[in-house]
């Protein structure tokens, strides 16, 4: 979510513009049109650019900005394209685990389209052991365990899909 400034209370005063790491916000010095008392007020330039380090709100002496709680057009997208992208992951992890007894860690990384193995490497390290994935050289081994009818198969691959799930939200995968 990227910032608002509440014109009516800056007093120019600059120090959000300087801690800015991302030049999201600028000082307007033309006030052309009369919208507010002082000559220079900040003004959010590239909102596009805000990564919410809230360095902004901590230091502002007037305590007049604040994050912008309506999400973007673009940020819908994005929220859209991730919830798309993770219930591919979960589907074709499903099918990974019924068809497959080994797989690549390159392959795997794939049809999962993570961008990176190593990030894909982190979730299967972070699996608890029972769940019945091992890694060998750069072979990804699934459990028989996993790949029956049993009500013990099903609750472990929810467990292990739940386990995928709550990865994609503590991950920040670019799109």
Not at 4 to 22: H, K, L
Not at 82 to 93: A, F
Not at 121 to 147: A, C, M, N
Request: charged share 35%.
């Amino acid at each position: 979510m990227p910032i608002i400034i509440d014109n009516a209370c800056c007093i120019g005063c600059g120090i959000c513009v300087d801690i800015c790491p991302e030049s999201v916000i600028d000082i307007d010095h033309s006030n052309e049109q009369g919208l507010h008392e002082l000559d220079e007020i900040a003004i959010v330039v590239r909102k596009e650019d805000c990564t919410n380090c809230g360095l902004c709100i901590t230091e502002c002496p007037a305590e007049c900005i604040e994050l912008d709680n309506e999400p973007s057009v673009h940020q819908m997208e994005t929220e859209a394209e991730k919830e798309d992208l993770k219930k591919d992951r979960l589907g074709i992890l499903e099918k990974i685990i019924k068809r497959y007894v080994e797989i690549s860690i390159s392959d795997m990384c794939q049809l999962l389209k993570f961008e990176e193995e190593i990030d894909l490497k982190k979730w299967l390290i972070d699996l608890p052991d029972h769940v019945g994935f091992e890694i060998r050289i750069d072979t990804v081994y699934i459990s028989s365990k996993l790949q029956d009818d049993s009500s013990e198969a099903q609750k472990a691959i929810d467990e292990l899909l739940k386990s995928f799930s709550d990865i994609e939200y503590k991950s920040n995968k670019k799109l």
